[in-house]
């Protein structure tokens, strides 16, 4: 007796009489052949339609359960397994525990009740445009593939919790819907191969992958994630060999989690949609990438992407973002390799929090252009004095002194903008600091210096000439050799030749530089009693020459503050 005579004897010792369509499915199991019920006329399998199938394409489950646990049944199906196209399978597949020896293939067919393929052992299960209702395989270990794609559906929820895939698993094209909770639970899921869920894949509902491990790539491209208002993906310490793909059309409603998650590879959202008005779009936090993060080429975020103390070994890619004001970027305590972003991608102001970033360069940045990334560093909410001085790091390293300047003298001023000052503080950040560019630039107190000399120069050169300005000392008239003045009203008429001659820029230099004695100011002062009378408050009348020596006064004052200000910013002791 042949393996087909002796596999439908044994079943019909089972199960009685048995149906043309289970006789099929026998003999072609024991043949090594496809069980094909499709319609003889050749059109296309309608599973919209399937109320509508006869008879010879119905098989019960149990039949199905039956020849992949019977120990007789079992070793009369040839190593191709069972290979089923085109048939209605009524009530529960269930292979609770079972160990099965060899592949399950069921294509365009139609499971009518939930499949339970919990801690069973399959060689390999291919349902290429199978629909089911819900399909339990939570602790499933297979030795190859699990193929879920080409128009696969279920109507429920697909569970493969702690399920071992020894090859792919492959969900292109499927969809998979249970709006009202968990689409696809893969908590603790660990696969060998790569993960597909691209190329039209649709998931209404959760989709889960805390924990999983992937040896390959997770591969999300041209699909879609839906769960308004509650997390789409949800992927918490997803460990991948290789990369993350959510590009290229992929397109999710709702959070993408991937806290704490490790991936090998890249990170590629390019031309990848997050929408999560209400919230969070793309919250990664603790993500470690040991390439590269890009979202980019009209990536586009509708509410928050968190990227905190991620650590990124590659590049982080930022540019030609879509909407760019929709979507608020928090970097804080992130560790990225380089940092490659263009202008026009960047939050609105408030948006954009960076405070413990840290990168170790900025990838195709154009001369000067730490004026731009100022501007950067302004779009923060608030003030934090770390994102300046890390920019500035990266800028001393690259060997642009001049950009770290800027930076630092930016801080300066943002945090006299944006915080408030003690009455200390608004000294130094309001009134000195900036004469020196808070000790970045001392020579900034130079043009103010020579403003205040020249104005001394006028003043002092029409007060001598007015008289207001004398020696102070008697000595000055003790010969009778007379020093020739143009003006015959000048009171200083009559000074000996040998006393030193009045300059009146030579004068305010030397009034204005402390130390510096240039034979100017302690030969000449001006005279409070000189000049019109200007105001009179009881015995102490203001005259002209009084004004000058109150400005003397000022002039000298200004020349020991500038001048400290100055070198204490040249030799670095103030800087802030």
Same mark, same amino acid.
């Given at each position: 007796?042949? !393996?087909?005579?002796?596999?439908?004897?044994?079943?019909?010792?089972?199960?009685?009489?048995?149906?043309?369509?289970?006789?099929?499915?026998?003999?072609?199991?024991?043949?090594?052949?496809?069980?094909?019920?499709?319609?003889?006329?050749?059109?296309?399998?309608?599973?919209?339609?399937?109320?509508?199938?006869?008879?010879?394409?119905?098989?019960?489950?149990?039949?199905?359960?039956?020849?992949?646990?019977?120990?007789?049944?079992?070793?009369?199906?040839?190593?191709?397994?069972?290979?089923?196209?085109?048939? #209605?399978?009524?009530?529960?597949?269930?292979?609770?525990?079972?160990?099965?020896?060899?592949?399950?293939?069921?294509?365009?067919?139609?499971?009518?009740?939930?499949?339970?393929?919990?801690?069973?052992?399959?060689?390999?299960?291919?349902?290429?445009?199978?629909?089911?209702?819900?399909?339990?395989?939570?602790?499933?270990?297979?030795?190859?593939?699990?193929?879920?794609?080409?128009?696969?559906?279920?109507?429920?929820?697909?569970?493969?919790?702690?399920?071992?895939?020894?090859?792919?698993?492959?969900?292109?094209?499927?969809?998979?819907?249970?709006?009202?909770?968990?689409?696809?639970?893969? /908590?603790?899921?660990?696969?060998?191969?790569?993960?597909?869920?691209?190329?039209?894949?649709?998931?209404?509902?959760?989709?889960?992958?805390?924990?999983?491990?992937?040896?390959?790539?997770?591969?999300?491209?041209?699909?879609?994630?839906?769960?308004?208002?509650?997390?789409?993906?949800? !992927?918490?310490?997803?460990?991948?060999?290789?990369?993350?793909?959510?590009?290229?059309?992929?397109?999710?409603?709702?959070?993408?989690?991937?806290?704490?998650?490790?991936?090998?590879?890249?990170?590629?959202?390019?031309?990848?949609?997050? @929408?999560?008005?209400?919230?969070?779009?793309?919250?990664?936090?603790?993500?470690? $990438?040991?390439?590269?993060?890009?979202?980019?080429?009209?990536?586009?975020?509708?509410?928050?992407?968190?990227? @905190?103390?991620?650590?990124?070994?590659?590049?982080?890619?930022? !540019?030609?973002? /879509?909407?760019?004001?929709?979507?608020?970027?928090?970097?804080?305590?992130?560790?990225?390799? =380089?940092?490659?972003? /263009?202008?026009?991608?960047?939050?609105?102001?408030?948006?954009?929090?960076?405070?413990?970033?840290?990168?170790?360069?900025?990838?195709?940045?154009?001369?000067?252009?730490?004026?731009?990334?100022?501007?950067?560093?302004?779009?923060?909410?608030?003030?934090?004095?770390?994102?300046?001085?890390?920019? =500035?790091?990266?800028?001393?390293?690259?060997?642009?002194?001049?950009?770290?300047?800027?930076?630092?003298?930016?801080?300066? #001023?943002?945090?006299?903008?944006?915080?408030?000052?003690?009455?200390?503080?608004?000294?130094?950040? #309001?009134?000195?600091?900036?004469?020196?560019?808070?000790?970045?630039?001392?020579?900034?107190?130079?043009?103010?210096?020579?403003?205040?000399?020249?104005?001394?120069?006028?003043?002092?050169? $029409?007060?001598?000439?007015?008289?207001?300005?004398?020696?102070?000392?008697?000595? =000055?008239?003790?010969?009778?050799?007379?020093?020739?003045?143009?003006?015959?009203?000048?009171?200083?008429?009559?000074?000996?030749?040998?006393?030193?001659?009045?300059?009146?820029?030579?004068?305010?230099?030397?009034?204005?530089?402390?130390?510096?004695?240039?034979?100017?100011?302690?030969?000449?002062?001006?005279?409070?009693?000189?000049?019109?009378?200007? $105001?009179?408050?009881?015995?102490?009348?203001?005259?002209?020459?009084?004004?000058?020596?109150?400005?003397?006064?000022?002039?000298?004052?200004?020349?020991?503050?500038?001048?400290?200000?100055?070198?204490?910013?040249?030799?670095?002791?103030?800087?802030?």
């Amino acid at each position: 007796m042949d !393996a087909a005579s002796e596999l439908l004897r044994l079943a019909e010792e089972k199960f009685g009489k048995l149906t043309e369509a289970e006789e099929k499915l026998l003999r072609a199991a024991a043949n090594g052949e496809i069980a094909d019920y499709s319609p003889r006329s050749k059109k296309p399998i309608d599973l919209a339609n399937v109320a509508k199938w006869g008879p010879s394409r119905f098989l019960l489950a149990d039949r199905i359960a039956w020849l992949c646990t019977d120990r007789q049944a079992t070793q009369l199906v040839t190593h191709r397994g069972i290979v089923v196209k085109g048939a #209605r399978i009524d009530e529960e597949f269930n292979l609770l525990f079972a160990k099965v020896p060899f592949p399950l293939y069921f294509e365009l067919c139609k499971f009518t009740a939930d499949i339970n393929f919990q801690h069973a052992q399959i060689p390999a299960l291919y349902m290429p445009g199978t629909h089911t209702a819900s399909l339990s395989a939570g602790g499933l270990k297979t030795d190859g593939p699990i193929y879920l794609r080409d128009g696969f559906q279920a109507e429920g929820e697909i569970c493969l919790l702690s399920a071992m895939i020894g090859g792919d698993l492959d969900c292109s094209k499927a969809q998979f819907s249970n709006p009202d909770g968990i689409t696809l639970t893969a /908590d603790g899921l660990k696969v060998e191969g790569a993960v597909f869920l691209r190329d039209g894949f649709k998931a209404e509902g959760e989709v889960r992958l805390i924990g999983a491990k992937v040896g390959g790539s997770v591969v999300c491209d041209n699909s879609q994630f839906i769960n308004e208002g509650a997390s789409a993906l949800t !992927a918490d310490r997803l460990k991948v060999g290789g990369g993350v793909f959510l590009r290229n059309g992929f397109k999710a409603q709702g959070a993408v989690y991937l806290i704490g998650a490790t991936i090998g590879g890249d990170l590629d959202c390019t031309m990848g949609q997050f @929408v999560n008005k209400s919230g969070r779009a793309l919250f990664a936090d603790g993500l470690k $990438v040991d390439g590269h993060v890009f979202l980019r080429n009209n990536f586009k975020a509708e509410g928050l992407v968190s990227l @905190v103390a991620v650590v990124i070994h590659g590049h982080f890619g930022l !540019a030609n973002v /879509d909407s760019p004001g929709e979507m608020t970027l928090d970097l804080r305590s992130a560790k990225i390799g =380089a940092l490659d972003d /263009d202008q026009e991608s960047w939050p609105e102001s408030g948006q954009l929090f960076l405070h413990g970033l840290e990168y170790n360069e900025i990838s195709n940045e154009p001369p000067g252009g730490s004026k731009t990334r100022i501007n950067w560093l302004k779009l923060q909410d608030g003030f934090w004095p770390q994102p300046y001085e890390q920019l =500035a790091k990266v800028l001393r390293n690259n060997g642009d002194d001049v950009g770290v300047r800027d930076v630092l003298i930016a801080k300066n #001023r943002d945090k006299a903008r944006r915080i408030k000052l003690a009455w200390w503080q608004w000294f130094w950040y #309001r009134l000195v600091g900036p004469l020196i560019g808070y000790g970045h630039r001392p020579w900034l107190a130079i043009p103010l210096a020579l403003v205040i000399i020249l104005f001394g120069w006028v003043c002092f050169g $029409v007060g001598y000439w007015s008289g207001l300005i004398t020696p102070p000392s008697k000595t =000055a008239y003790t010969t009778t050799e007379k020093l020739p003045v143009p003006d015959p009203g000048n009171p200083n008429l009559g000074i000996s030749t040998a006393y030193p001659v009045f300059n009146s820029l030579v004068y305010s230099i030397d009034v204005f530089v402390p130390v510096v004695d240039l034979r100017q100011a302690r030969y000449w002062l001006p005279n409070a009693n000189r000049g019109h009378k200007l $105001v009179g408050i009881g015995p102490w009348p203001l005259h002209w020459g009084g004004v000058l020596l109150f400005w003397l006064w000022i002039e000298t004052a200004l020349g020991w503050i500038l001048t400290t200000l100055f070198l204490v910013g040249l030799t670095g002791l103030v800087r802030t």
